[in-house]
């Protein structure tokens, strides 16, 4: 395993960064062999066999090409739960499990209507249905393959999550057959064109644009549309939450006031940047 451990290092050298290399051969390791942190860390003496390496240089190659590691194993975990990653659907970043946490510290103890725009794997919607226990849970996204994602990922995590189809920017903001929310929670596309440059190569050769970026004419609209279609699905003193492009922190807020929103809270991730905002709509 030496062998086929320090062919990995070699391969992707000068395209990830050291630690990302050996976070990188871990996943591979786990993929191939099955084995727990614990079972890589012994088995360094063990051999490969022919199917082995040829698998292990499969993965290789297409992570020399940037394709992301959760689309090559088909898998990745998000806030302590396994969901399916394929081509076409965003994969889950740490700093929306930020999001997710703050919803349930707040809503644990109720018995939340909650929906999730733009749900992508479903990753938002499956995470708080399994950690509300009381809670009912819908999902919605524009994409066919993020439905069927969504749906998979439900069945994967046994989660009750009721998924469709609805297109937030053309889409009547009424739904009659929907029942009045608790919450609503997005993380809807907020990645303006203009910060293309900055964005690793890995994300925007293989990730989906329809989930990343927006005009730079009109960079906030997804939360203005959000922001009417709750004050029409809402209930009293319901809560609607965003994560958010930490340059519209102020911004956001602003339109949230302006649309008769109440309580706005902006809060930053770990890393000290403007992530979330948390809101409430008071008739």
């Not at 440059?197 to 730079?216: C, G, I, Q």
Request: charged share 25%; glycine share 4%; hydrophobic share 40%.
């Amino acid at each position: 395993m030496k062998a086929g451990i320090a062919c990995i290092r070699k391969e992707l050298a000068g395209i990830y960064a050291k630690g990302e290399i050996e976070s990188l051969i871990f996943l591979i390791f786990e993929k191939v062999k099955g084995y727990s942190r614990t079972q890589f860390l012994l088995a360094n003496a063990e051999e490969l066999n022919e199917d082995d390496l040829k698998e292990i240089r499969e993965i290789v190659a297409r992570l020399k090409n940037h394709e992301p590691i959760q689309y090559i194993l088909g898998v990745t975990e998000f806030y302590g739960l396994s969901f399916h990653s394929v081509p076409g659907v965003l994969i889950p970043r740490p700093e929306t499990e930020e999001l997710v946490q703050w919803i349930i510290q707040e809503n644990k103890n109720s018995k939340p209507f909650i929906l999730d725009i733009g749900t992508g794997t479903g990753c938002i919607a499956i995470s708080l249905q399994k950690n509300i226990s009381k809670s009912t849970v819908l999902a919605c996204d524009i994409s066919p393959v993020c439905l069927e994602t969504a749906h998979r990922n439900s069945e994967l995590n046994s989660a009750d999550v009721s998924v469709f189809q609805y297109n937030i920017l053309n889409n009547t903001p009424e739904i009659s057959s929907i029942p009045e929310l608790d919450i609503i929670v997005s993380n809807p596309p907020y990645i303006r064109e203009t910060e293309k440059s900055l964005m690793e190569k890995n994300v925007l050769e293989h990730e989906p644009e329809l989930a990343l970026f927006v005009s730079d004419k009109k960079p906030l609209i997804f939360y203005e549309r959000i922001a009417d279609f709750s004050k029409i699905h809402l209930k009293n003193q319901g809560f609607l939450y965003f994560e958010i492009n930490e340059a519209f922190g102020a911004e956001c807020c602003k339109i949230l006031q302006e649309q008769g929103y109440s309580e706005i809270v902006l809060k930053k991730d770990i890393h000290g940047k403007d992530r979330m905002i948390r809101c409430r709509w008071i008739l």
